[in-house]
């Protein structure tokens, strides 16, 4: 099994400036490049100060002016939010100012807060299908003259500029958690992101199994498959249980913003109360602390090494969680130095 890491910038308050917040973030990726992950993970969001994302390529080819060893990938670009020639195109140059460094993340999204502001009208099976239509689009405008009519784009042969530096392009991840997107990845021949969020093993188990049906029926084709889930490894219980709490507020403001029912003035959402945040059962901390990759070290080990016999071929390390930045250092710190080792 590989490691990567998945974060952004999250501001959860007006005090705190973004300056401050790209340097904390510049310093935890340094710290997976350095620790002996395989990736760092970035992805794409508009309007939200909680997951401060305009575009993965800006920030992928900053990163790689601080990095030196890892791969640097988009989880994910909207695919709806990009013309198929235009993210042909910078994904080709973020692929040749990184050095051919790059992996490509792509899904539908999630927010309609996001879809009513960028394409008014737009829903999730549109946005399903415009996904659909565009990733296969993307070898073929990287190998040049590529001419398409379909659903949604239309354009004469066109050539995606520069060229990739990396044959045949960057790899290509599909952000699936239903059966047909599955299905769909795996037969285009691209690899597969999963996100299970509350639901724990059950959900975690679905999910590798969608993914193992899509693959036997495409036989030839050998993609990979990562789990992307939110991790703390605590010092002690004691630790662990503050960190449970930490990320059961995290998903409380994660559901308000899915919800899109709440106020938001200057890209933050209208504070929970503490009532609001105790009543939702479903985040209850101790749920969490059951269901993600929560728990002291040799916990976590534990609980990847199920992902792993599973057949999981990467997990990546969700550090977006509200907490400080010295909290999301030491938690990364104590699994490079001591969950990572059990698996080289």
């Known amino acids: 099994?590989?490691?990567?890491?998945?974060?952004?910038?999250?501001?959860?308050?007006?005090?705190?400036?973004?300056?401050?917040?790209?340097e904390e973030f510049i310093s935890i990726c340094k710290m997976a490049d350095?620790?002996?992950?395989?990736?760092?993970?970035?992805?794409?969001?508009?309007?939200m100060e909680f997951t401060i994302a305009p575009n993965p390529f800006l920030s992928i080819v900053d990163l790689a002016h601080h990095t030196k060893n890892v791969r640097l990938g988009t989880g994910t670009v909207i695919a709806p939010f990009w013309h198929p020639i235009r993210l042909a195109g910078e994904a080709a140059a973020t692929d040749l100012i990184t050095g051919g460094r790059l992996e490509l993340g792509i899904a539908r999204g999630a927010y309609s807060f996001e879809y009513e502001r960028m394409?008014?009208?737009?829903?999730?099976?549109?946005?399903?299908?415009?996904?659909?239509?565009?990733?296969?689009?993307l070898p073929q405008l990287w190998a040049g003259d590529c001419t398409h009519a379909g659903q949604f784009y239309s354009f004469p042969a066109t050539t995606a500029v520069p060229k990739a530096l990396q044959d045949?392009?960057?790899?290509?991840?599909?952000?699936?958690?239903?059966?047909?997107?599955?299905?769909?990845?795996?037969?285009?021949?691209?690899?597969?992101?999963?996100?299970?969020?509350?639901q724990g093993m059950e959900e975690i188990t679905a999910l590798k199994s969608r993914f193992d049906a899509a693959?036997?029926?495409?036989?030839?084709?050998?993609?990979?498959?990562m789990l992307l889930h939110h991790t703390y490894v605590g010092r002690d219980e004691e630790d662990v249980a503050q960190a449970a709490?930490?990320?059961?507020?995290?998903?409380?403001?994660?559901?308000?913003?899915?919800?899109?029912?709440?106020?938001?003035?200057?890209?933050?959402?209208e504070a929970l109360s503490e009532e609001e945040i105790a009543g939702n059962n479903l985040m209850a901390p101790e749920?969490?602390?059951?269901?993600?990759?929560?728990?002291?070290?040799?916990?976590?080990?534990?609980?990847?090494r199920r992902?792993?016999?599973?057949?999981?071929?990467e997990f990546s390390f969700w550090i977006d969680t509200g907490m400080s930045h010295q909290r999301k250092r030491d938690s990364l710190a104590r699994f490079l130095d001591d969950v990572l080792p059990a698996f080289a």
């Open 1 to 22: 099994m590989e490691f990567s890491l998945f974060a952004h910038m999250e501001r959860l308050t007006p005090d705190q400036p973004h300056e401050v917040l790209h």
């Open 34 to 47: 350095e620790g002996g992950m395989r990736a760092i993970w970035t992805g794409e969001h508009h309007g």
């Open 119 to 137: 394409m008014p009208g737009l829903d999730a099976a549109q946005a399903g299908a415009r996904m659909r239509e565009t990733a296969p689009l």
């Open 168 to 198: 045949g392009g960057p790899p290509i991840w599909i952000a699936a958690r239903e059966e047909a997107s599955h299905q769909f990845g795996v037969s285009a021949g691209f690899n597969i992101q999963v996100t299970p969020l509350w």
């Open 215 to 225: 693959r036997a029926e495409n036989p030839g084709r050998s993609p990979k498959i």
């Open 245 to 269: 709490r930490e990320i059961s507020r995290y998903y409380c403001y994660f559901g308000a913003w899915f919800q899109n029912k709440r106020p938001v003035r200057n890209g933050l959402i």
């Open 287 to 304: 749920k969490l602390a059951r269901d993600l990759t929560i728990g002291t070290k040799q916990e976590v080990i534990d609980r990847i």
């Open 307 to 313: 992902y792993e016999d599973m057949g999981y071929d």
